[in-house]
C-alpha cells in the first residue's frame, strides 16, 4: 500500500501528540485536527479519520455520522478507544481498535482496515456492474454463518477454563492442542479463527507460530495472542505480530473480545476476497470490463479519488519462435502470472493476445508504479524471461485525469506502451 494519509481527532493536544507518535517512522502522512468533537472540521483530504474516542464517544460518533453524508469523506472514519472498555461502539465507526498496545499494531490495523474498505467498495461496484450484464435473478437464501472458532496451542493452563468461559461469552468455540506442531498443522487442516499460543514451555516454538501467521498467505491476518508472564516474551510476541500478549487472567478480561472482533472482521475479508474474485472472472467472461471502469471511474470523480490503470504488454524479440504452440503456450502462462500479481480489489482483462491492463481504484500513481515495477521484476526473473527465445515486456501506468473519461484513460494507457 502506498502512503496513506491519516487524520487524528482530538479535543485535547496532549493525545493529538500521543495517537500520531506511531506513525512518526512508517510511509504513513500523519496529521491532527484539534478542537471540540461535534462543529464539524476541515480538511478531508485524507485516506482514514481516527477518532479519539475514549473521553466522548458518543460526541465523536454523532461528529463521524455527519462527516459520513460528505461526498469526500475519508474511505476510513475509525475509532481509538482504551483496550479494557472493548471494541462495541456505535455504528459511525467502520473500526475500532485498541490503543494502548504496540504501535506497530495500530499502523497494521488501520492498513487493513483501509484495504478492507476499498475491497468492500469495490464488490459493491462489481455487483452493480453485473446486474447490468447479467439477467435477473432471484436473490439467495443466505447461510447461516458458523460460529468463530479459536484454537488453543500449547501446554495446559490453569487458567484454561477461565478462556473457555470468555470464549463463550463472545460466542466463539475453543478448541485445543497441546503442542505447537500439532496446532500448526490443524490451522492449515481446519478453518481456524483465531489463536492463542501458551508460551510457557516452548517459547520459541510459540513466538515461531505467531510469527508464522504473518509469512503464510492462507494464515495472514488471523488473531493471535501470546500468553505469558515475561515482558520480555510480551514484547517478542507483539513484535511476530500477535494482537494481544500477557497473563491468561488478562487475555481472558480484556484481550478475549478483541479476538472475536478482529477475527468476525478477518472472516469477512476473506469472504470479500471469494466473491471480488468470482466477480472479476464473470465481468471478464462477458467482456464487462469498459462498463465497469466507466462505473469506478464514476465513483472515484465524485469522491475525489485517484484511479489508476496499468497495461503489461509480453512479446518475443526478433528470433522468438512466437507462432509455434509452445510460445503461446508460455504466454499465457506469463500473462496468468501478471494476473496473479494483481491484488483482488484491482479488476483486471486481458486486451489482446499479449496485453493485460487492470484497474487500481483508490491508488495514486506513485502507488501504481510500484506494483507494476513488481509485476516486471517477477515475470523477469522467472523463466519467461528466456522462453522459447528473449521477450520483452512492455509497462504502462497512468492515472486519471480531472475531467478524463474512462475511455480516454483506458485509450492513452495502451497507446503509451512501449513509450517509456
Not at 20 to 27: D, H, I, M, Y
Not at 306 to 325: F, K, M, S, W
Request: proline share 5%.
Amino acid at each position: 500500500m502506498g502512503a496513506v494519509r491519516v487524520k487524528i481527532r482530538t479535543p485535547d493536544p496532549r493525545i493529538a501528540r500521543e495517537l500520531l507518535a506511531p506513525f512518526e517512522f512508517t510511509r504513513i502522512e500523519a496529521a491532527a485536527s484539534v478542537g471540540a468533537f461535534g462543529g464539524g472540521f476541515e480538511g478531508l483530504d485524507c485516506d482514514i479519520v481516527l477518532y479519539d474516542a475514549r473521553s466522548s464517544a458518543v460526541t465523536a460518533a454523532r461528529e463521524a455520522s455527519k462527516l459520513r453524508h460528505d461526498a469526500r469523506a475519508p474511505l476510513v472514519i475509525a475509532a481509538a478507544v482504551a483496550r479494557a472498555s472493548g471494541p462495541r461502539l456505535p455504528p459511525a465507526f467502520d473500526l475500532v481498535i485498541p490503543v494502548d498496545g504496540p504501535p506497530q499494531s495500530i499502523v497494521r490495523l488501520l492498513e487493513e482496515g483501509l484495504r478492507d474498505t476499498i475491497g468492500r467498495n469495490e464488490l459493491n461496484a462489481r455487483d452493480a456492474t453485473l446486474a447490468t450484464l447479467l439477467p435477473a435473478q432471484a436473490p439467495r437464501r443466505p447461510q447461516p454463518a458458523l460460529p468463530l472458532r479459536a484454537l488453543y496451542a500449547g501446554q495446559p493452563h490453569k487458567a484454561f477454563l477461565d478462556l473457555e468461559q470468555a470464549m463463550a461469552e463472545v460466542g466463539v468455540v475453543f478448541e485445543a492442542c497441546l503442542t505447537i506442531s500439532a496446532a500448526f498443522d490443524r490451522l492449515h487442516e481446519q478453518a481456524v479463527d483465531a489463536l492463542l499460543v501458551n508460551l510457557e514451555g516452548a517459547e520459541d516454538a510459540g513466538l515461531a507460530l505467531c510469527g508464522a501467521l504473518r509469512r503464510n498467505a492462507a494464515l495472514q491476518g488471523m488473531p493471535a495472542a501470546a500468553l505469558t508472564n515475561s515482558a520480555r516474551a510480551k514484547d517478542s510476541a507483539f513484535a511476530k505480530g500477535a494482537l494481544e500478549a500477557g497473563s491468561a487472567s488478562d487475555i481472558a478480561q480484556r484481550g478475549v473480545p478483541w479476538l472475536a472482533y478482529f477475527a468476525q472482521r478477518r472472516r469477512e475479508r476473506c469472504e470479500t476476497q471469494a466473491r471480488l474474485e468470482r466477480c472479476q472472472a464473470q465481468i471478464e467472461s462477458l467482456d464487462g470490463f469498459s462498463a465497469h471502469l466507466e462505473r469506478v471511474a464514476r465513483q472515484h470523480t465524485d469522491a475525489d479519488r485517484a484511479l489508476c490503470l496499468v497495461a503489461l504488454q509480453i512479446e518475443g524479440l526478433p528470433g522468438t519462435l512466437r507462432a509455434g504452440t509452445s510460445w503461446r503456450k508460455r504466454l499465457n502462462e506469463a500473462l496468468d502470472m501478471a494476473r496473479r500479481l494483481v491484488r483482488t480489489a484491482d479488476c483486471a482483462t486481458v486486451v489482446g493476445p499479449h496485453t493485460i491492463v487492470w484497474m487500481l481504484p483508490c491508488t495514486p500513481l506513485a502507488e501504481a508504479e510500484r506494483l507494476a515495477s513488481r509485476a516486471v521484476g517477477v515475470l523477469e526473473h522467472t523463466g519467461f524471461a528466456e522462453a522459447d527465445g528473449p521477450i520483452a515486456i512492455a509497462i504502462s501506468v497512468c492515472e486519471r485525469l480531472t475531467g478524463e473519461s474512462s475511455a480516454g484513460l483506458l485509450r492513452r494507457t495502451l497507446e503509451q506502451l512501449g513509450k517509456a
